[in-house]
C-alpha cells in the first residue's frame, strides 16, 4: 500500500465534520511548499547564511570613531558610566 492509498482510506474514514479541517490543512502545506520553492532557501539555507553572516561579523575589528562632539562625548561618558564599552 502506498501513502496516498493509506492516506485517502483514513479520509474516507472521517466524518464530514473533520474534512474541513483537513482540507484547509492540506492548503496550509501546499502554500508553506510553495513558500519555500519561490524563496529559493529552505530552512537549512537559511542557517548557513545567518551562520556565515555571524562568522564575517564576528572578525570585524573595526575601531569605533572617535566622537566629533560634545554630545557625542557626552553620550559615550554615559554609557561607560553604565559598565558599556562601545
Known amino acids: 500500500m502506498t501513502i496516498r492509498t493509506t492516506t485517502t ?3 474516507q474514514q472521517l466524518p464530514e ?6 482540507d484547509d490543512f492540506i492548503d496550509f502545506l501546499a502554500h508553506k511548499h510553495q513558500s ?10 537559511v542557517v548557513d547564511t545567518w551562520a556565515k553572516w555571524f562568522e564575517s561579523v564576528d572578525c570585524d575589528n573595526q575601531t569605533p570613531a ?3 562632539s560634545e554630545y ?9 558610566q553604565q559598565g558599556l564599552e562601545l
Open 9 to 11: 482510506a483514513k479520509l
Open 17 to 22: 465534520s473533520l474534512l474541513q479541517e483537513v
Open 36 to 45: 519555500r520553492i519561490a524563496d529559493g532557501k529552505s530552512p537549512r539555507n
Open 66 to 68: 572617535e566622537p566629533t
Open 72 to 80: 557625542q562625548q557626552l553620550l559615550l561618558n554615559k554609557y561607560r
